[in-house]
């Protein structure tokens, strides 16, 4: 190959589409890595500390689209500190200098300001879609300069993000010639909207193809919506409850036959049941459908819908479906792969909740189900045992059981065996979420089955060091092991010190791990970043006196060729 | 809750939450250790610690009783309540009030919304149901800190977890 031009060169490399390939192409020749590197349009930064952004603009000058993450997965569950960091105004600033040609942007748990929302609206004449997950720290008036200032924009999708709400305005931004939004997702918004602004941008927009509504949508908004977009793929309604004897309602009933490319449903903000009828008609051509924030819908009115919904693939609901809303799942949709269910209520027992029995069901009736989110409050090792006999396929498997350390109920036996059950059988796994009573035996399994397993998550589980250890030493391609209120310490943590190279990042809290060992790591270590976050404002001030055998709260270990971080706060120790 | 309410003039920042919530930082953020809030004691009126000693001395029984009273007292939010002005339902600013707890000789002071303090009420009653029914030969696989804070501390970040979901406080129905 070292004697074609480079533009073959280049041209074989097109067909080299994952960043992990292109990643291992790079590393073959010089004469690859030019060819490679100039010719990458996508970079994905899976840790946004783990490299300089100037670096990755340098090294790919051409890329068209990148992908930045920042705080870690528990930030999710409020255990990282709200000004840990995770800033993407260098990444930014970065690619405004050395990449103008960007156009895509995808931003998760990131910190993102107004003032780095105009520079990005500013700097990339191509700019063509943003996407931004559970980040914070940006207001409507930075949504405004994106509308404003990126013309032909055409994506704007906003996930779970904590948007500061400065008025309605910002929809009316987008200049009347803005006709090219393909996906526009605002449903993270808890402002008012200016619903005549929006229902002005669909008409105008005929590339329409995905729309996300906020609660602050009102039903009758929807319908002028609905009345102008027929064209839609993917809808996440507004508010949808209102009273049946309203005109509005009748509007809202004859407003979906008409839809024939409607796949995805979503929103349904507070449905009422007589509310939801209105998307019967559409039911039997939905491939996704999201009932999770709809918590007045009840079990037999989720049964009526999910009835008629026979080519559905993806389905998130909450746990007042019940087993018995389940079993319906489980002969309708032969189709599912994605299954999600929601608590309802996590303070008690609840009396419409989900048990071992409906996700059996599921497992029985859904053989191509491969990906799981399942909160309940007990799970039986058999139950385990035949799910993953039933269903070998699981990419993911996330089991929440809500009780912390609660044992199979029939048999008072830790979860070792069901757990051990699906590692063995799944082994395409790549995700898992551990709950229950788990002894060190589960993690010898994991350890020993779970070759392709990349997401580890475990909360008050195992016994001792061993479990970490077993974890650590087999698990071949772990990338993130995140672990909280488990009696793992030093000797677990530097065992197999290598290992973090090997993985983008660790996360401990509320473990056995002291000061001592996190220095004993970081010293071993010098390409990681171990960082203490030491929120306890008594100790933070005197780090110098703290005695190696100080237990910590949390720690983040990450590897990174980018040095400890210049932006990391007063209680963000890098040993 | 104890009927001594601690006004807001004689207001003790115990858990540097900070004033404002001008940003929307989650409540219960960095704690500060137990003795600065037993400093924040120290500088409180003599007669308020005496009452505070008063009502502690039987404060396990008594704040079962109270948060059980509470929970019964506390007017669940609904539409047709008075503090919701119908054409503001997304932008009606949460009614604030202190929330004092009575415990084992410490007293502290929130500031907090009533939705945000029936959950807190809800955990406890959680809780107190909790410990009545678990067995004692239960094992526990994490360590014990403060006797009692494990559970809480996992529903509380379940508890964020399913709110950052919805972008908006549901789970208190």
Excluded at chain 1, 204 to 209: A, F, G, I, T
Excluded at chain 1, 210 to 216: E, G, H, I
Excluded at chain 1, 394 to 412: E, N, S, Y
Excluded at chain 2, 61 to 75: D, G, Q, V
Aim: proline share 5%; with cysteine; charged share 25%.
């Amino acid at each position: 190959m070292t004697y074609f031009p480079e533009e073959v060169v280049e041209h074989i490399f097109d067909f080299v589409g994952s960043h992990r390939d292109r990643n291992t192409v790079s590393t073959v020749c010089k004469a690859w890595y030019q060819v490679e590197r100039l010719s990458r349009r996508t970079v994905f930064v899976g840790n946004c500390y783990a490299i300089g952004p100037e670096r990755v603009m340098a090294r790919f000058p051409g890329i068209k689209s990148l992908s930045v993450k920042g705080k870690p997965h528990f930030a999710d569950f409020n255990l990282v500190p709200y000004d840990w960091g995770g800033f993407a105004l260098p990444w930014i600033v970065a690619a405004a200098r050395l990449c103008p040609g960007l156009e895509e942007l995808r931003l998760k748990r990131m910190v993102v300001t107004d003032d780095g929302l105009e520079l990005l609206a500013r700097s990339f004449p191509n700019f063509k879609s943003l996407v931004l997950i559970s980040c914070e720290g940006f207001s409507t008036d930075g949504l405004a300069t994106i509308a404003t200032y990126c013309r032909g924009l055409r994506e704007l999708d906003l996930q779970e993000n904590e948007v500061e709400d400065h008025g309605c305005q910002w929809l009316s931004f987008f200049p009347d010639s803005c006709t090219s939004l393909v996906s526009l997702n605002f449903g993270c918004l808890k402002g008012e909207v200016n619903g005549g602004a929006l229902e002005r941008l669909v008409a105008r927009c005929p590339n329409l193809r995905s729309l996300k509504l906020s609660p602050a949508v009102s039903v009758e908004s929807l319908n002028k919506i609905l009345a102008r977009a027929s064209h839609l793929v993917d809808l996440g309604t507004g508010s949808f409850a209102v009273d049946h004897r309203t005109d509005v309602y009748h509007m809202l009933m004859n407003s979906f036959p008409k839809f024939k490319s409607l796949r995805n449903l979503s929103g349904f903000w507070d449905a009422s049941p007589c509310c939801l009828r209105a998307v019967y008609p559409v039911c039997t051509s939905l491939t996704v459908l999201n009932l999770s924030y709809a918590p007045a819908i009840q079990g037999d009115d989720l049964i009526k819908i999910i009835c008629l919904c026979f080519k559905l693939q993806k389905l998130w609901v909450l746990d007042s479906i019940g087993d018995k809303g389940l079993a319906v799942v489980a002969s309708t949709c032969k189709e599912l792969q994605e299954l999600r269910v929601f608590p309802c209520d996590i303070y008690g027992a609840g009396t419409t909740s989900v048990t071992e029995e409906g996700l059996l069901a599921v497992s029985s009736g859904c053989p191509k189900l491969n990906s799981l989110l399942y909160f309940c409050y007990q799970m039986t090792n058999a139950a385990l045992i035949t799910i993953a006999k039933n269903c070998p396929h699981f990419t993911r498997f996330r089991l929440c059981i809500l009780d912390p350390g609660k044992p199979d109920p029939v048999t008072d036996q830790p979860l070792d065996e069901g757990f051990g059950a699906i590692v063995r059988s799944c082994k395409n796994l790549r995700r898992l979420s551990l709950s229950g009573r788990l002894t060190d035996q589960v993690f010898l399994y994991i350890g020993m089955y779970a070759e392709r397993l990349e997401m580890l998550s475990i909360a008050f589980a195992g016994d001792s060091d061993k479990g970490m250890i077993y974890v650590l030493n087999g698990c071949k391609n772990l990338r993130k092991l995140e672990i909280r209120d488990c009696p793992f310490g030093d000797i677990a943590l530097l065992k197999n010190v290598a290992k973090y190279e090997t993985m983008r990042s660790l996360w401990m809290s509320s473990c056995d791990i002291t000061l001592g060992g996190c220095k004993a790591l970081a010293a071993k270590m010098p390409r990681l970043n171990v960082e203490i976050i030491n929120e306890n404002e008594e100790t933070y001030e005197f780090e110098e006196n703290l005695s190696d055998l100080h237990k910590l709260e949390k720690i983040y270990v990450y590897r990174t060729v980018a040095g400890p971080r210049n932006d990391a706060p007063d209680f963000v120790w890098t040993l | 809750m104890s009927g001594t309410m601690v006004r807001a003039s004689v207001e003790h920042d115990f858990f540097g939450i900070g004033g404002g919530g001008s940003s929307k930082k989650p409540t219960m953020g960095r704690m500060k250790s137990f003795r600065e809030i037993h400093g924040e004691i120290s500088r409180m009126s003599p007669d308020v610690i005496k009452s505070v000693i008063a009502a502690s001395s039987t404060a396990v029984e008594k704040t079962k009783t109270a948060f059980a009273a509470a929970t019964t007292r506390l007017p669940v939010p609904n539409p047709d309540s008075s503090f919701r002005h119908p054409k503001m339902d997304t932008a009606a600013p949460a009614v604030v009030a202190p929330l004092t707890i009575f415990y084992n000789g410490a007293v502290t002071v929130f500031d907090l919304p009533q939705e945000k303090a029936e959950n807190i009420l809800k955990l406890v009653e959680a809780e107190i149901i909790e410990g009545v029914d678990a067995s004692p030969t239960e094992p526990v696989a994490s360590k014990e800190q403060d006797g009692g804070d494990l559970p809480m501390a996992r529903k509380m970040s379940l508890l964020r977890f399913l709110e950052r979901r919805q972008g908006k406080q549901i789970y208190n129905s």
